[in-house]
């Protein structure tokens, strides 16, 4: 029987998600938008597509909750974008909003999806969803390192002139300005990074990576990236559906992992078929554990943010 993947939210990053699914025939899609005639649009628009791409997938467009029934992987955009000069941190009242009305929808209509959240701010956004859905926690995960540390490899590439599947590396922690790119367990065609690059040149690409996103805002305007952060996801869902197990960097459940308790926020971890299978540890240089807690500390100073918004968190 054809899997089920139920996207929430059908702007950028929805109906590119869409369209990415229904090439890789990974599932049938349920596009879901409040704003339903957009949903409709975008869904008939690449099934219109099908015997151009010759690809077999449904999808319908909808604004009505129901139509996720019995989901397989829920992947979750709904949100407001950031604009130029914002922070991913700006949208957290609005975004708690949106997200805690997504949650109801999805415990009702599909509590056994493997769910990904995609808005920002992450690692909050992610957190909330998990507690406002009562979902388990192996199954509720967030798409931010995998776009981090993509960004990160490219960079690379593009600076040492080398295709970026030859670079191997991690960006771990929370999604925003203190990320942690890891240098140190980086490696190009084998060979640590550190014997190829000046620490200048690649305290530079290090900063370009942090602020990967809003160097994409500040070129859109109107918008912020959307190509990259689908990709990402549909490589977490395929992995899922799949049964894969890859490694992957998400924004995941830590329980005394990194030294850390009751927190969402970026490390490596096994996906498939029971959802996060295991948080994989990466033995940290003291910088590297230093920049880590840094991390960890302005999530923890954020979700105290959400807590004053929401007491129920």
């Given at each position: 029987?054809?899997?089920?993947i139920?996207?929430?939210?059908a702007g950028?990053i929805g109906?590119?998600?869409a369209?990415?699914?229904?090439?890789?025939?990974?599932?049938?899609?349920?596009l879901f938008?409040v704003?339903?005639?957009v949903?409709?649009?975008?869904?008939?628009?690449?099934a219109?597509?099908?015997?151009?791409?010759g690809f077999?997938?449904?999808?319908?467009?909808?604004?009505?909750?129901?139509?996720?029934?019995?989901?397989?992987?829920?992947?979750?955009?709904a949100?407001?974008?950031?604009?130029?000069?914002m922070?991913?941190?700006?949208?957290?009242?609005?975004?708690?909003?949106?997200?805690?009305?997504?949650?109801?929808?999805?415990?009702?209509?599909?509590?056994?999806?493997?769910v990904?959240c995609?808005?920002?701010?992450?690692?909050?956004?992610v957190?909330a969803?998990q507690?406002?859905s009562?979902l388990?926690?192996?199954?509720?995960?967030?798409?931010?390192?995998?776009?981090?540390?993509?960004?990160?490899?490219y960079f690379?590439?593009?600076?040492?002139?080398?295709?970026?599947?030859?670079?191997?590396?991690l960006?771990?922690g929370?999604?925003?300005?203190?990320?942690v790119?890891?240098?140190?367990?980086?490696?190009v065609?084998?060979?640590?990074?550190?014997q190829l690059?000046?620490?200048?040149k690649?305290?530079?690409i290090?900063?370009?990576t942090?602020?990967?996103?809003?160097e994409?805002i500040k070129?859109?305007e109107?918008?912020?990236?959307?190509?990259?952060?689908?990709?990402?996801?549909v490589e977490m869902?395929?992995?899922?559906i799949?049964?894969?197990?890859?490694?992957l960097?998400?924004?995941?459940y830590?329980?005394?992992?990194?030294?850390?308790?009751n927190?969402?926020?970026g490390?490596?971890?096994?996906i498939?078929?029971?959802?996060?299978?295991k948080?994989?540890?990466v033995k940290?240089?003291?910088?590297?554990k230093?920049q880590?807690?840094?991390?960890?500390?302005a999530?923890?100073?954020?979700y105290?943010?959400?807590?004053k918004?929401?007491?129920?968190?």
């Open positions: 029987m054809k899997k089920k139920s996207l929430i939210g950028q109906g590119t998600l369209h990415l699914i229904s090439v890789k025939e990974l599932a049938d899609v349920v938008d704003s339903e005639d949903a409709k649009g975008k869904a008939l628009d690449i219109q597509s099908t015997s151009v791409d077999d997938v449904n999808l319908i467009g909808t604004s009505n909750y129901e139509d996720i029934k019995n989901s397989d992987v829920i992947i979750i955009t949100g407001v974008p950031r604009k130029p000069g922070s991913r941190d700006d949208l957290l009242g609005t975004n708690l909003k949106i997200i805690k009305q997504v949650s109801e929808g999805i415990k009702k209509n599909s509590p056994n999806a493997f990904i995609i808005t920002n701010p992450l690692d909050i956004i957190m969803l507690k406002y009562g388990p926690k192996n199954k509720v995960v967030g798409m931010a390192g995998i776009l981090d540390s993509s960004r990160f490899k690379l590439s593009q600076e040492l002139k080398v295709p970026v599947k030859d670079i191997n590396t960006v771990l929370g999604h925003g300005d203190t990320m790119p890891l240098p140190d367990h980086t490696t065609n084998g060979k640590p990074l550190k690059i000046k620490d200048v690649l305290e530079k290090i900063d370009r942090r602020k990967g996103g809003a994409i070129f859109l109107k918008g912020s990236a959307y190509y990259a952060p689908a990709a990402s996801g869902a395929e992995s899922y799949k049964d894969m197990k890859k490694t960097p998400c924004a995941s830590l329980n005394g992992e990194y030294g850390v308790k927190l969402y926020a490390v490596p971890v096994i498939g078929k029971n959802g996060v299978e948080v994989v540890e940290l240089s003291d910088k590297e230093e880590f807690n840094l991390s960890i500390k999530v923890q100073e954020l105290k943010t959400a807590q918004i929401d007491p129920e968190l």
